[in-house]
């Protein structure tokens, strides 16, 4: 009887471990938010967004399910040009002014393939909130020397700006626009497991 009470009890202590949630946090030092876009048709720009914070919560330790809360600072772009980041934080673009704000909160992950999820959810930019669908790789999860167990994820997507009001679009003399209409966006992602005290 003692016997089958220990094994109960270790099931149970081992179930109980297997869903208890673990929230995990941005490492913004070992990260990056990119994004790329058409210029004049025949060439890209890309900048990046310096000012960034997020957080995914998940019950397994393979990242079977996974729920994600994501926040960009809009005044944080940076395309390595003075006047066209202000010209991007202005109301043709970002309106950072009045939506300092791009946010990310996902609806469902689902596997796609080893190491590969599709990640959805709604993504705001200007208090405008469509559904989009994030490419995800899972890169692993270590240990640093210090400790602390990290994981790698690399999520991209292709959103149409003017879906969210960024409504620039002056023309070239082949009737194109400057500034295309897909964006691309890469996010490279690594997060710190907050260790339970």
């Given at each position: ?34 994004f ?26 393979d ?32 309106n ?71 409504k ?5 003399e ?24």
């Amino acid at each position: 009887m003692k016997n089958l009470f220990k094994i109960v009890f270790a099931v149970l202590i081992t179930t109980a471990g297997a869903v208890a949630q673990s929230t995990w946090v941005v490492d913004n030092v070992h990260s990056n938010v990119k994004f790329a876009v058409t210029h004049l048709i025949i060439s890209e720009v890309e900048g990046s967004f310096k000012v960034y914070s997020g957080a995914l919560q998940s019950q397994t330790s393979d990242f079977a399910d996974v729920a994600v809360d994501f926040a960009v600072d809009v005044n944080s772009i940076n395309t390595d040009n003075e006047m066209r980041d202000k010209h991007l934080k202005s109301d043709d673009f970002f309106n950072a002014e009045n939506y300092p704000k791009m946010t990310f909160k996902s609806s469902s992950w689902k596997k796609a393939g080893k190491n590969e999820y599709i990640l959805e959810g709604d993504l705001t930019i200007r208090d405008v909130t469509k559904r989009v669908e994030f490419s995800v790789v899972y890169g692993g999860t270590i240990k640093d020397p210090w400790g602390n167990t990290k994981a790698g994820f690399k999520a991209t997507t292709v959103i149409n700006r003017f879906d969210y009001g960024l409504k620039w679009n002056a023309l070239t003399e082949a009737g194109g626009a400057t500034v295309g209409k897909d964006v691309s966006i890469t996010l490279n992602l690594q997060f710190g497991q907050k260790k339970t005290s």
